[in-house]
C-alpha cells in the first residue's frame, strides 16, 4: 500500500498530533532561542539584515514542513526524527508497519 | 526651478552626504535597540513572526527612504527631518533656498 493510502485509527491519531505537537514546540523554542541569542550580538545593519534573511528562512521551511495530513504524516514524521526534533520512540502505540516506514524514510 | 534640478556644490555636497549618514546611523541604531527588546520579549510563536513581519516591513521602508541622488536628496531629508531622524540645524551650510525648501516639504 502506498505511504499516503495508509489508515489511522483513532488512537493513532492523538498519538499522531501529540508527538507532531511536541516536534513542532521543540523546534520553535530552539529558533526563539537562536533569534535571541543573534539579537544580543546584533552589533550592525549587516547582523540585523542578516537575522531578518535567517528568520524569512526558517519561517518559510517551518511552514512547509509541518503538514498535518494523514496522507503526508509519514514523510513529516521521517524528517522530523532525521532532524532531531522527534525520536521514533514517540511514536510507540502507531503501528509497527508505521514506525519502521518512518525510520527508513528517517534513513534516506 | 523644480526641486529635482537644483544644483549642489562640492562643499554642499560633503554636508548633505554626512547628513544623510548621520540620520541614517540614528535610525538603524534605533531599530536595533528595537529589535534587541522585542527578541528579549518572544515568549512563542506568534511574537517570532511578528518580529519577523516587523523586520521585514522596516527593511522594505528603509531601503526606499535612504535614496541618495541629488534629485530626490530635498524630498529625502524632509521626510528624515519630519520623522526626526534628521534636525534642520544639521543642514546648516546648505544654500538658506535647499533648507527652506526642506523644511516647508517637512511641514508637508
Not at 19 to 26: D, N, V
Not at 60 to 75: Q, V
Not at 92 to 107: F, I, N, P, T, W
Request: charged share 35%; no cysteine; net charge negative.
Amino acid at each position: 500500500m502506498p505511504v499516503t493510502d495508509i489508515e489511522w485509527s483513532a488512537s493513532e491519531k492523538k498519538i499522531a498530533r501529540a508527538a507532531f505537537e511536541r516536534a513542532y514546540e521543540r523546534e520553535i523554542e530552539a529558533l526563539m532561542a537562536e533569534v535571541k541569542a543573534r539579537a544580543v550580538d546584533l552589533s550592525d545593519i549587516e547582523d540585523l539584515w542578516r537575522l531578518h534573511d535567517y528568520l524569512s528562512a526558517r519561517r518559510h521551511e517551518i511552514d512547509g514542513k509541518y503538514d498535518y495530513r494523514y496522507t503526508m504524516l509519514l514523510f513529516v514524521f521521517s524528517q522530523l526524527v532525521r532532524e532531531g526534533w522527534l525520536q521514533i520512540d514517540e511514536l510507540q502505540g502507531l503501528e509497527a508497519s508505521k514506525r519502521s516506514k518512518v525510520a527508513a524514510l528517517a534513513r534516506m
